[in-house]
């Protein structure tokens, strides 16, 4: 089975939008109703119906995960390279509530639809391999990022392995993607390799993973 895209989707593809003019949009729910928009159509197609589900099946499985919500607010702050600031008390999980939100809302007028689903993409090696490449892949962050990421590697591993093992490898595997992409790091040949097999086994996109190639070295 494939997935209903070739590019990324779900909690990283909303990531994307998360750039340095996101506030022009709005707040963060406005975001997402501009992520999940059908221009001016009057109904959803079958694919923008898809990519609502893909997105609440994500923040389903990040909110119910073991991670804390300081691991959540580092990977979405490394997600969309540091152009999110949690502020006051917002958490991780309240983070993650205000998507939910502005999701159902979506899908109150447009309707659902069951998100893409096979057996490969949560089977245990699926996650073996996924959490493997977690821990191999160099993650030579760029001094950019120090302004608002002041760890080291060690934690963003943690929390990406923490997300493949108690949330989706699925997702832990597209937020690796996602966070080389927005903080430009780079990729060495041996993980390309790696991330090229961990792809076709998830079923992901070639426009997903070509996204990410020129930053390999």
Request: proline share 2%.
């Given at each position: 089975m494939q997935r209903f895209t070739t590019f990324d989707f779900g909690l990283t593809g909303l990531a994307a939008l998360f750039?340095?003019?996101w506030i022009h949009l709005g707040e963060v729910e406005q975001v997402v109703l501009a992520y999940l928009s059908?221009?001016?159509?009057?109904?959803?197609?079958?694919?923008?119906?898809?990519?609502?589900?893909e997105l609440e099946k994500d923040v389903a499985a990040l909110t119910g995960s073991s991670l804390s919500d300081d691991?959540?607010?580092?990977?979405?702050?490394?997600?969309?390279?540091?152009?999110?600031?949690?502020?006051?008390?917002?958490?991780?999980?309240?983070?993650?509530e205000r998507i939910k939100t502005a999701c159902r809302q979506w899908v109150r007028t447009y309707g659902t639809i069951d998100a893409d689903s096979n057996p490969k993409w949560i089977s245990t090696q699926a996650m073996s391999?996924?959490?493997?490449?977690?821990?191999d892949t160099p993650l030579n962050l760029p001094d950019e990022c120090r302004t608002y990421f002041d760890s080291d590697a060690q934690a963003l591993r943690n929390a990406l392995d923490g997300?493949?093992?108690?949330?989706?490898?699925?997702?832990?595997?597209?937020?690796?993607?996602?966070?080389?992409?927005?903080?430009f790091i780079p990729v060495d040949e041996t993980s390309w390799g790696s991330?090229?097999?961990i792809a076709?086994?998830?079923?992901?996109g070639e426009d997903l993973l070509s996204?990410?190639?020129?930053?390999?070295?």
């Open positions: 750039h340095q003019d059908v221009g001016e159509e009057p109904c959803a197609d079958e694919d923008q119906k898809k990519e609502a589900a691991q959540v607010e580092l990977l979405w702050t490394m997600a969309t390279g540091g152009n999110y600031p949690f502020r006051h008390s917002e958490t991780g999980r309240t983070f993650l391999e996924v959490r493997r490449v977690i821990g997300c493949a093992h108690s949330a989706s490898a699925d997702l832990a595997f597209r937020l690796l993607l996602r966070i080389h992409v927005a903080n991330y090229a097999g076709r086994r998830l079923s992901l996204s990410v190639e020129f930053l390999v070295n």
